[in-house]
């Protein structure tokens, strides 16, 4: 499953601070980089194609607590100004355009008209359209997922959003070409994400070309850390940032929390967790846990 070279990325989106599980997510793909042969790759992506979410206290918490732990990373900005003058997605709307327009001529997309609410309730009737048909459309276009039974059996997933009503790209097609562009052959990410996993490898393999390759790349989807109310961690829910925790928590507590979600005993530094990180030994317990600890 592990390339022997692991090449990855850390790619939050500023659409809030950053809370606990974030925090565990991105050691984990730190160690298992590092671990690797030669040291391995980390890219930092970040995620800021919707622009209307995106605020610069969110920027700076990312910065902010990628410092904080020590985590380095070998391509990406290196700061706030860095990342808007270089690295922002709003940079490569065009390269985005470019597939949106290649999946039209393909015939895979449908300038579609229905609501969310609408296609929950009965299939998408609106026409495969072409290239030029997209280009001119002020509709959504999406991705016609009925070769895909999984995908199109899922409200949320059915008839997949690439370009938004206000014509930008979408998350889903955005993050396959970050990945591919950026070399990208082994991901982390919750295990929530399992089905955004499935769309993305689907919607690969109709971009074609050097796309298609994101197909084949694995995918490790670790627990999650839920809520007291059971429901996951998240953002839009409030969930407690990052930055609150660090008042009332050392970083060595943090450390010792990632530690003993791993089967690390009492790790509390990040040189001790890479010290004593081994992927055959974590990852097998780590996969059969439904969720994590939130014993610090």
């Known amino acids: 499953m592990f390339p022997p070279f692991i090449s990855t990325r850390i790619a939050p989106t500023p659409s809030g601070f950053l809370h606990l599980g974030n925090l565990f997510s991105f050691v984990l793909t730190w160690l298992l980089a590092r671990t690797s042969e030669g040291g391995g790759r980390v890219v930092l992506r970040i995620d800021d194609i919707d622009a209307t979410r995106s605020r610069e206290a969110y920027l700076e918490d990312i910065f902010t607590t990628l410092h904080w732990l020590g985590l380095d990373w070998d391509a990406g900005a290196t700061d706030v100004a860095d990342f808007h003058a270089r690295y922002s997605q709003q940079l490569r709307l065009g390269l985005y355009a470019e597939q949106i327009e290649r999946l039209a001529t393909a ?34 276009l999406r991705l016609d997922t009925s070769a895909h039974p999984l ?68 995918v490790l989807h670790h627990p999650l850390l839920l809520a007291s109310n059971g429901e996951k961690l998240s953002k839009s829910a409030g969930s407690i940032a990052v930055q609150e925790l660090r008042e009332r928590h050392t970083r060595s507590d943090f450390f010792r929390f990632v ?7 009492d790790c509390d530094s990040l040189a001790l967790l890479r010290y004593y990180f081994s992927p055959a030994a974590v990852l097998p317990s780590l996969r059969q846990r439904s969720r994590l600890d939130h014993t610090f």
């Open 259 to 265: 530690a003993h979600n791993l089967g690390l005993g």
């Open 151 to 218: 995908l199109e059996a899922n409200a949320q997933m059915r008839r997949l959003v690439v370009r938004t009503r206000e014509g930008r790209a979408a998350y889903m097609l955005v993050s396959v070409v970050e990945d591919v562009r950026e070399q990208i052959n082994f991901v982390v990410r919750g295990a929530d994400l399992q089905l955004t996993t499935a769309a993305q490898r689907f919607l690969a393999e109709r971009m074609g070309g050097e796309w298609a390759a994101f197909s084949s790349v694995p």
């Open 107 to 140: 015939q895979a997309l449908i300038g579609c008209s229905c609501t969310r609410k609408q296609l929950q309730a009965r299939p998408c009737a609106c026409a495969v359209c072409d290239g030029a048909a997209a280009a001119a459309s002020a509709e959504v």
